[in-house]
């Protein structure tokens, strides 16, 4: 190894982890704030030595009288599984037959997946707000599960599709001659093949759907609430919130860590395939 490798390593490792305290600088910061009393956290400029309290968890979950979180948190929970189950079982097929079984003109039918992401989100809220409320699914959470499907699948057969093309064609075409049929094949053979790349695929259509806010803010109430709607309520013009607000966002930040952090090696596997370029 020359000396200018050497360097040159040292300082794309130097450069790395500046990026990552750069990006972790926020989170930690907002994990501090949410122990702060509301007057410590309000002040400008910030102060380090602030006495730390547990009041900003205590609002958030309830204890002096105000809202329960635990039915919005259910329903972002039920809601980003469910979508994400069913983007899985819907993508699988699809990538299937766009990378290994290839359809004619499979490199239109994917630029028409992209279109669709395409599409401002704000400027289909209108309608959908008007079937919601003409079939009665206003403030209904499986209303949220069939947005989240339909909004994370083309990103997923996307991903999914990059994934599957590095299954080797040689170990489906013996599990045929075999007898094997498309669902053996596809759950038996390229789903264990693909797992880091589903594993990926799954953990992004996770996080989109739990942040998700502007269809959640519009098309429910109370019933149907998510936590990150939850969490708009801390936000008022009078009073101070900041502390109470950083500690929600941190609990309501906690199963994204945890599921990033469970499928982590999954998750550097899968884009490592190339799934993201």
Not at 231 to 258: D, R
């Amino acid at each position: 190894m020359t000396f200018s490798t050497f360097v040159r390593g040292k300082g794309l490792g130097l450069l790395a982890w500046l990026a990552g305290i750069v990006f972790f600088l926020p989170i930690a910061w907002m994990a501090l704030t949410s122990f702060h009393s509301e007057s410590d956290a309000a002040t400008n400029p910030p102060s380090f030595a602030a006495s730390l309290t547990l009041d900003g968890y205590r609002d958030f979950f309830g204890a002096d009288g105000g809202a329960s979180p635990w039915p919005a948190l259910i329903n972002s929970t039920v809601a980003s599984l469910v979508a994400t189950a069913l983007v899985l079982v819907l993508a699988l097929p699809a990538a299937y037959a766009l990378s290994i079984r290839r359809v004619r003109k499979w490199t239109d039918v994917l630029f028409f997946f992209l279109s669709t992401k395409m599409l401002p989100v704000v400027a289909g809220l209108l309608p959908i707000y008007l079937f919601a409320k003409n079939t009665g699914f206003l403030d209904n959470i499986w209303l949220l599960v069939i947005l989240y499907t339909s909004m994370n699948l083309p990103i997923a057969v996307w991903m999914m599709q990059s994934f599957l093309a590095e299954v080797p064609v040689a170990v489906i075409e013996a599990a045929q001659i075999d007898g094997a049929r498309l669902p053996t094949v596809l759950t038996r053979v390229v789903a264990p093949i693909a797992l880091p790349g589903i594993a990926a695929t799954a953990l992004i259509c996770f996080i989109f759907s739990w942040n998700e806010l502007l269809f959640a803010r519009v098309l429910t109430g109370v019933v149907a609430q998510t936590a990150p709607v939850f969490l708009t309520g801390f936000i008022t013009s009078q009073g101070l919130f900041l502390a109470k607000v950083c500690a929600a966002s941190l609990v309501i930040s906690l199963p994204v860590l945890a599921a990033g952090f469970a499928a982590q090696d999954k998750l550097v596997q899968g884009l490592s395939l190339g799934a993201v370029k």
